[in-house]
């Protein structure tokens, strides 16, 4: 199988026929990401590392294990199939909006924004969101133009989680604005207001 992406928590491998397994990283291989991504150490210091490789794992099989529990559509979430270890998943094959956003027109990237918070608003009347509404690493457009939610190992399902996720704006932190074009920045902080002012 060949690698084709690789975060924290997965390495994505191609199984063909628009089908992607992700397998969960091992220690050794998450702390190796850890280091190229966390440099120079400063907003996640590398002592914090062993602390989150353990919360990614335990993120992941509560994750997933909700999620097979729930009436939401698996197209939203890419169509996955859970495999036995409780942590791995095969998927469809995506193309990741950080991406997407790079190549398009300023204001396609702004249509693109208005469908991930259409498309968030459903995930919350369903008690169901993505820890920091990542939008450019944890979503991705399916071969309808459609916008999917591709990682689905750090959901969160209570009601209480979400609140609290929403009302500290979790989708303002660094590591999310950092990969959405410098010019759509502040249309995607200013719009994702509207979760705030609907929660």
Not at 65 to 72: H, V
Not at 115 to 142: E, R, T
Not at 149 to 162: C, N, P, R, V
Request: proline fraction near 3%; charge should be positive; charged fraction near 25%.
């Amino acid at each position: 199988m060949k690698k084709i992406g690789r975060g924290w928590q997965y390495t994505v491998y191609n199984l063909g026929d628009d089908r992607v397994l992700k397998r969960c990283n091992n220690k050794l291989t998450a702390y190796f990401i850890m280091m190229l991504d966390c440099f120079p150490y400063i907003r996640n210091p590398i002592w914090k590392f062993p602390s989150y490789y353990a919360s990614s794992i335990l993120n992941a099989k509560n994750s997933l294990q909700k999620l097979k529990g729930t009436n939401l559509d698996k197209k939203l979430f890419g169509n996955p199939r859970y495999l036995n270890n409780g942590l791995d998943y095969e998927q469809d094959k995506l193309k990741p909006l950080d991406i997407q956003l790079k190549i398009i027109t300023s204001n396609e990237g702004r249509k693109i924004i208005n469908n991930f918070i259409d498309f968030n608003k459903l995930l919350i009347q369903n008690g169901c969101i993505d820890k920091s509404f990542n939008i450019g690493k944890n979503f991705a457009l399916d071969k309808e133009g459609n916008i999917v939610l591709s990682d689905i190992g750090e959901l969160y399902f209570s009601k209480e989680a979400i609140e609290k996720q929403i009302n500290k704006k979790a989708w303002t932190a660094h590591y999310v604005i950092k990969h959405i074009p410098k010019e759509l920045r502040n249309y995607f902080i200013d719009n994702m207001e509207i979760l705030v002012s609907k929660s």
